[in-house]
């Protein structure tokens, strides 16, 4: 199974950027699409974002619509997530996630795997 694992964990001033990795142990195949959720205190886990393994079709929330992008390492079988213009409000614990069956899901349910979680801080 695929076992995913996130770097990048930091305290960022508002307007500046952060880059969330996560690396995944088993080989992912081109029916998976990788997402990025977070979650903060006392709120359900949102969605942020996903992109698609095979070509790269990216999607987003409407909160970080031109500020966050994804994007994909196939050879090194890895996600990140490039966050920019951060504000307070993107405080949150954040996830990655993978769906091996295609599904282009904002559902967290519908995600078989998950990472360990990043805390991202952003001060005002």
């Known amino acids: 199974q695929v076992q995913l694992v996130e770097s990048g964990e930091g305290l960022v001033q508002a307007g500046g950027s952060l880059r969330l990795s996560c690396a995944a142990s088993g080989l992912i195949h081109s029916g998976y699409v990788m997402a990025w959720f977070r979650q903060a205190p006392g709120k359900e886990r949102e969605f942020v974002g996903y992109i698609t393994w095979s070509l790269g079709r990216t999607w987003y929330a409407n909160s970080v619509k031109g500020r966050f992008t994804i994007s994909r390492d196939n050879a090194k079988n890895t996600v990140s997530l490039q966050m920019d213009s951060l504000k307070p409000e993107d405080t949150a614990v954040y996830y990655c996630?993978?769906?091996?069956?295609?599904?282009?899901?904002?559902?967290?349910?519908?995600?078989?795997?998950w990472g360990q979680g990043t805390q991202v801080t952003v001060s005002s």
């Open positions: 996630a993978g769906d091996p069956f295609n599904r282009l899901t904002v559902a967290p349910a519908r995600y078989t795997y």
